[in-house]
């Protein structure tokens, strides 16, 4: 141990209370706002049910949006809730596509009690998840391939689904 440390003399300026937070620090919170946030994310309550349990009004809630530290701790507690999402949605498409598999290979397999519709919505959510980030991340705009209807469709009801998912 250096001498300075041991006699006491050391520099006040080397306290880590005298430093300067790092650009990429977490920002600071109050405790109510950490605790708000925690509750969203864990406890399974609406927001509504986690502002009446710490009395908060929605004009506490509107001041927070305001702060930019608690916009930028919420921003990254969404994308966490995003990311979580997506992996629990892929994970549980790969396993119903699994059960489906299993299910068509043995059908005299009758004791796996298979949810098959909840198999195949869970698969379809997946990959309409996929697609989704997909166009959002590349633009793309789905109505220029509408503009030659399908043989189903005439152009009127081309024109009407082109418009609905436009918006």
Do not use: Y
Request: overall charge positive.
């Amino acid at each position: 141990m250096p001498d300075d440390e041991l006699n006491g003399t050391k520099d006040p300026t080397d306290n880590f209370r005298n430093r300067q937070p790092r650009d990429n620090a977490a920002p600071r919170l109050r405790k109510t706002q950490q605790t708000f946030l925690d509750l969203c994310v864990t406890s399974g309550q609406t927001l509504g049910e986690v502002m009446h349990e710490l009395h908060l009004t929605p004009d506490q809630l509107a001041r927070w949006f305001a702060s930019a530290e608690f916009r930028l701790r919420l921003n990254k507690t969404l994308r966490f809730l995003r990311h979580t999402r997506e992996l629990n949605v892929q994970l549980g498409a790969a396993k119903a596509a699994g059960l489906l598999h299993h299910a068509a290979a043995h059908p005299e397999d009758a004791t796996r009690d298979l949810p098959r519709s909840a198999c195949v919505d869970l698969i379809r959510l997946a990959r309409s998840s996929s697609a989704r980030r997909h166009a959002q991340s590349h633009k793309l705009d789905i109505a220029p391939a509408l503009a030659t209807p399908h043989a189903d469709l005439d152009q009127e009801q081309a024109n009407a689904l082109a418009a609905q998912l436009s918006v």
